[in-house]
Each structure stands twice: as C-alpha cells, then as structure tokens.
C-alpha cells in the first residue's frame, strides 16, 4: 500500500526540505520506490538541495495543467536509483496548486511509487495546506525553540481538523516528531527546550533527533542530501529517522541534555 | 465571543451584602378565570391527589390567561394558598389593574420575559438583575379545566446548558476553538497555548490548561472551570476574565484549580487550600 508522508512545520527555517531530501534518499537507499514533491511554488528549493536544479524542465503546476505528462516531468536523482523528484514551479502562482489538481497527481503516483514524500512549505496558508491534505503520516519537523514548536501545534491541529482522512473521518493521519538542529549542549545550558519539554508540549511520538551541524549547510550548498555525507552525525541520525519509520527498533541518540552532559563530563566537551 | 469586561477595582467598604442574579426553578399557577370560588375548589381537588405537590415551594400567579377587565380577589386567594403550604410570590403577566391590585395584596410583580432574553451573545453585567423564573423538568399535570400548572418554557433561559455535555479526548492545539453551545466541556486532553475552550456552562479540563479557557459564555455568573493543572494564558466567567501577564502566581501554577466568579472577580483558587 503506497504511503504519503508530508514533511511539514508551520514555521520556516526549521529543516523541512533538507528532511525531506536525506528522508525521501533514506527511503530509497533501503529499496523503496520513492518520489519526492516539492509543494514550495514560486520558492523552489527542493531541487537545489537535490542537486537537480539545472535538470528542471517541467513542474508540478505544467503536470496539473495538463500540459506534460507526469513522466516528463518527473526528474530521476543523481545519488539513488530508486528516487524522482517532482520541483515546484518558480514562475507560477501558488494557486494553480489546486487540491483536485494535487489529488490526481497523487492517485497517479501511487501506481508507480512505494512512498510519495511532499515538502511542504512553510506557513498555514494555501501551499502547505495541499501538501497536508492527502497525506497518511505526516513528520513534524520542530526546531528546540518555543515559536517553532507553537507552530508545529498549530500545524499538527489542521491536520487532525482539516487533512482528507481527518474530514473523511478515516483514520487520523500518523504523526511523528522529528526535533531538528538539536544542540544537547545548549541544551544542558538551559538555551534550548529539551526533547522531553517539546513532547510535553506536542504529546506525539518520536522519530528521532536530528543534531545542528555544519555539514547540513555545506551538503546544501553542495546539491546532495544530508544523509549521504560520509562519517556525520546529522547522515545517521537521518538513517536511524528511515529505520524507524520502516518500523525498526533503534535507539534514539541525542536525546536528553542528560546523556550528553554525562558524555560531555566524560570526554570534556564536543 | 463574550465581551471582556475588565475586573472592577475593590471597593473599600467591606460589603454586607451581595446582589447576584439567579435563574431559579419556580411554578406557576396560570389562572383562567377571575372567580376564585372556581380556582379554589379545583385546587383543593388537585391538593387532595398530591397534598405535598407544592410545599412551601414559591408559586407565582399567571394572570395572562385572564380577561383583562377581570379582577381576581386576591387577599381570598393567598389566604387560601397559605392554608394550604403554597407561597405566592407575586404575579406575573396581566393587566396593570390586575398588577397594581396584586401588590396592593402583598404581592411582588415580575416582569415578564423578553422573547429572547439572551439572545445576543453580549453578558449582560450580572448586577441587580431580577430573580426570572426558569424551566424546571416538573412532573406533568393531568389537565383540569380552569387551571393550569406549567412551567416556562426552555427558551426563557438559554444560559442554561440545555445540551449534553461535549467530550474532547484529543489534544486542543494552536488555533483550535473548542466552543460547547449550550453545553458544558469536558476535555481529557492537553490544551496548549494558543488554544481556547468556550462553554456555556462550567468546563472541566483533567489535563494541563494552558491556552485560554471561558466558561458561562452567555453571561451565566454561576458557571464555574475545573482544570486540573492550571497554566492558564485567560481563564473567563461570563465575561468576566483574568489574564496572567505576569505569570500565574506559585499558589496556582500547575495546581488542582477551580475558577468562579465572586461579586463580578474571577476568583482562581487551588483546590486543596479551598476547604
């Protein structure tokens, strides 16, 4: 049964389209047939940061046009066999993104795919809410902070209101907290909320926690998701998110300021 | 949405007394014709099935029923009812003859109900308002020609929650309005910030209360919130409401709270230093 997984959090910023990049390439590399959907009409970065951009011909919004056929538009990644991404339009208005429109794609994907991913952007507004709406899981992508954990609330209350399963009354659309740009340092130091304060908050299970890293912004700017830098903490705890959601049991790192003051008195700081 | 109203400052004298406004349950004996030889004798009737119907319960007179030229002896009447438990505590409806001669009996007159009361969704400030007689779910009277026994009908009070209680058992996040018309809430899950819960009557929260919470939203004074961990950004009685700007004070934070209102202040108390 194919599955759509939406990559959203309310606010901007937080690491929804390199999630969606390392998430969707994770997906792949363990032999799912994947596609990636970037929902950030008019904002397009999906294909930057899967190093495809200069492979773009065709988007979403000539798909649901009827202009081109979803093959032609659909762009095969460089690193992973199993992957397609399908870019947003940088030109259009983000109303062409209708939700009928967005609803036929999707039936058509889910023929050929094992796992439609949709990144979506940030904000409530029309964009985000066609990324949501037919999805069956949803990963929230919060950063430690109060504003981007409000949002993620904010987010996680239209999906349970508003999304196809929610206004179907099928069954609710599986969430899965992902803390990104996770410092347990700062943590310790009472900078930043700890997992255990964001899930007191948001009260849904987790999927894991991504570190703050350097590597994240030179993978960026380098066009390859996360997950394929060699020997970075951000890659694996990017595979740990994959193995989780494929319903492995693996231990979670980072996770409490706890464990990495411990660490942190055993090895002297980072 | 209530209109907020602002708590009034304390007044320096300590009251000695309190006007509230209440909804009370309150019979009323509609009377159909003006001979009171008639009414008595099919009350006496009515008395001798239930003779504990009334009991001391206040009643009051409905004159609406009556031709307008006729006058009911009213002294006989009470003499009468007194005799037999029953309290009248005045008229209502009616003629202004027939009003002015039931206070010169000793009788108060109670005006009568607009036909929507409360139909705005604007409080009313809860202050000297008259005692208006409410739905009461009375047992039902066999007819009887002459007289009536009736209660008013439910639309007199629609502070009342007339509704069954609505169940949240999910999270109320972000954005999300909660509002039970015509009902008490109940929520069993978390209500974080940003979040609002309105009722028309009391709401009981068995979780952490941490967006905004307003109970009794049509202007019931008498609604009442329970919250099991108080974190509260507002909590609101009737449109009566208390912010906590400047954090919600150790007493209560986090604690077993129940929040009323108290001659026009929202009173936010920890259950277990309230007793």
């Known amino acids: ?270 | 949405m209530p209109k907020r109203t602002a708590n009034p400052a304390p007044s320096r004298e300590e009251p000695a007394f309190k006007i509230k406004n209440a909804n009370l349950p309150v019979l009323i004996l509609h009377l159909k014709t003006a001979d009171t030889a008639r009414v008595k004798a099919q009350l006496e009737t009515r008395l001798q099935q239930m003779p504990d119907f009334f009991a001391h319960a206040p009643v009051v007179l409905g004159l609406a029923d009556l031709p307008t030229d006729a006058e009911p002896d009213f002294p006989d009447l009470l003499d009468f009812m007194r005799s037999h438990h029953m309290q009248a505590a005045g008229v209502i409806g009616g003629s202004a003859a027939q009003q002015f001669a039931a206070t010169q009996a000793g009788l108060g007159v109670i005006p009568e109900i607009p036909a929507r009361p409360t139909a705005s969704p604007e409080p009313e400030p809860p202050v000297e308002s008259v005692v208006e007689p409410q739905p009461d779910p009375g047992p039902v009277q066999p007819e009887l020609p002459g007289l009536e026994v009736e209660t008013e009908p439910a639309e007199a009070a629609p502070t009342l929650t007339s509704r069954p209680t609505m169940v949240i058992d999910k999270p109320v996040r972000t954005g999300q309005r909660i509002y039970a018309e015509g009902a008490n809430l109940v929520v069993l899950a978390i209500v974080n910030a940003g979040a609002e819960l309105i009722a028309d009557g009391d709401i009981h929260i068995y979780a952490p209360l941490r967006g905004r919470a307003l109970a009794g939203a049509r202007g019931n004074t008498a609604a009442r919130i329970y919250v099991q961990s108080m974190e509260a950004e507002l909590v609101a009685i009737a449109g009566y409401f208390q912010v906590f700007d400047e954090g919600i004070p150790d007493a209560l934070r986090g604690k077993f709270c129940q929040i009323r209102l108290e001659s026009e202040k929202v009173v936010t108390q920890a259950m277990n230093s309230a007793r």
Do not use: W
Not at chain 1, 182 to 198: C, H, N, Q, T
């Open chain 1, 1 to 270: 049964m194919p599955k759509v997984i939406v990559v959203t959090s309310g606010k901007g910023g937080v690491g929804k389209t390199t999630t969606s990049a390392s998430f969707s390439s994770g997906l792949a590399l363990r032999g799912n047939k994947t596609v990636v959907i970037d929902f950030d009409v008019g904002l397009r970065n999906l294909d930057l940061i899967m190093g495809c951009e200069r492979r773009v011909v065709y988007d979403i919004i000539n798909v649901i046009n009827g202009e081109v056929t979803l093959k032609q538009a659909l762009i095969k990644d460089k690193q992973c066999d199993n992957l397609y991404v399908l870019p947003a339009s940088q030109t259009r208005d983000k109303d062409a993104l209708s939700l009928e429109g967005v609803g036929r794609i999707i039936d058509e994907l889910k023929e050929t795919f094992d796992c439609i991913v949709c990144d979506s952007p940030a904000g409530i507004e029309h964009g985000a809410f066609s990324a949501m709406y037919y999805a069956d899981e949803a990963l929230i992508v919060t950063n430690p902070e109060v504003s981007s954990v409000r949002d993620s609330d904010r987010i996680l209350g239209i999906l349970a209101a508003k999304s196809k399963r929610a206004t179907e009354g099928a069954e609710p659309v599986k969430e899965h907290l992902l803390v990104t740009r996770y410092d347990p340092k700062r943590v310790a130091a009472g900078e930043m909320l700890s997992v255990d304060d964001i899930q007191e908050i948001l009260r849904i299970p987790l999927i894991g926690v991504i570190p703050e890293s350097e590597s994240v912004l030179q993978a960026s700017n380098s066009g390859t998701p996360a997950i394929h830098l060699e020997k970075s903490d951000v890659a694996e705890s990017y595979r740990d998110v994959v193995a989780r959601f494929m319903g492995e049991d693996v231990p979670m790192r980072f996770t409490t300021a706890e464990k990495v003051g411990l660490l942190k008195r055993i090895f002297g700081g980072r």
